[in-house]
């Protein structure tokens, strides 16, 4: 999968799953094959190719661009939770305003009703360094969002932070429902 994402550096979008959350990291992902040919072809017909073998998986392409990877089973209330407001307050790294959706009121509420655990940071691996000072010039979110989605405001960070947001659902036999979130960065950042 990393690779059809380094071939497609300006694609964004998310991969939702159902994962095996008593795993240590990094965590399973959906069976994939072995792209049969590289370079040139666009990121949609490459990450179809990988999962060919995952008859769940269903990848689609929004008419903004936005790629979803979505296996048909896995739930997804927690994306729709509504959240009244977020204000990013200068979030200069994905890491950091993908955690701030996360904290919000609405959405901890969610989880806690719905025993709902979280396991983060199953893929810091691939976003160690992410964490950005603020500095002038580099991208950043600053403005506040108010009635949207927890999918909503992921897909926003997408536009300032390209990249694909990651969402595990899954059974523990230890902890019941456990979701991970997290973010994998595209190698092309837009321009501040």
Same mark, same amino acid.
């Not at 790294?93 to 701030?100: E, I, K, M, T």
């Given at each position: 999968?990393?690779?059809?994402?380094?071939?497609?550096?300006s694609?964004?979008g998310?991969l939702?799953?159902s994962? *095996?959350c008593d795993?240590?990291?990094?965590?399973?992902?959906? !069976?994939?094959?072995?792209?049969?040919?590289?370079?040139?072809?666009?990121?949609?017909?490459?990450? !179809?190719?990988?999962?060919?073998?995952?008859?769940?998986?269903?990848?689609?392409?929004?008419s903004?661009?936005?790629?979803?990877?979505?296996?048909?089973?896995?739930q997804? *209330?927690?994306l729709?939770?509504?959240?009244?407001?977020?204000?990013f307050? *200068? =979030?200069?790294?994905p890491?950091? =305003?993908?955690?701030?959706?996360?904290?919000?009121?609405?959405?901890? =509420?969610?989880?806690?009703?719905?025993?709902?655990?979280?396991?983060?940071g199953?893929?810091?691996?691939?976003v160690?360094?992410l964490?950005?000072?603020?500095?002038?010039?580099?991208?950043h979110?600053?403005?506040?969002?108010?009635?949207?989605?927890?999918?909503?405001a992921?897909d926003?960070?997408? !536009?300032?932070?390209p990249?694909?947001w990651?969402?595990?659902?899954?059974?523990?036999?230890?902890?019941? !429902?456990v979701?991970?979130?997290?973010y994998l960065?595209?190698?092309?950042?837009?321009n501040?």
């Amino acid at each position: 999968m990393a690779e059809a994402l380094r071939e497609a550096p300006s694609s964004s979008g998310s991969l939702e799953y159902s994962g *095996d959350c008593d795993t240590q990291p990094p965590p399973i992902l959906p !069976r994939v094959r072995t792209l049969s040919e590289g370079r040139g072809r666009p990121a949609l017909v490459m990450l !179809r190719e990988i999962f060919a073998d995952d008859s769940r998986m269903q990848v689609t392409q929004e008419s903004d661009g936005t790629i979803r990877m979505v296996e048909n089973n896995v739930q997804q *209330d927690l994306l729709e939770v509504m959240i009244s407001k977020i204000s990013f307050k *200068d =979030a200069y790294d994905p890491v950091s =305003a993908h955690a701030l959706i996360l904290s919000e009121p609405e959405v901890r =509420a969610f989880m806690k009703s719905h025993a709902i655990n979280s396991h983060e940071g199953r893929f810091r691996s691939q976003v160690r360094g992410l964490h950005i000072e603020p500095q002038p010039g580099l991208p950043h979110m600053s403005e506040d969002l108010e009635n949207v989605s927890v999918r909503q405001a992921m897909d926003r960070l997408l !536009r300032t932070f390209p990249g694909f947001w990651i969402y595990e659902n899954c059974q523990s036999e230890n902890r019941g !429902r456990v979701v991970a979130f997290d973010y994998l960065q595209s190698l092309a950042l837009p321009n501040p």
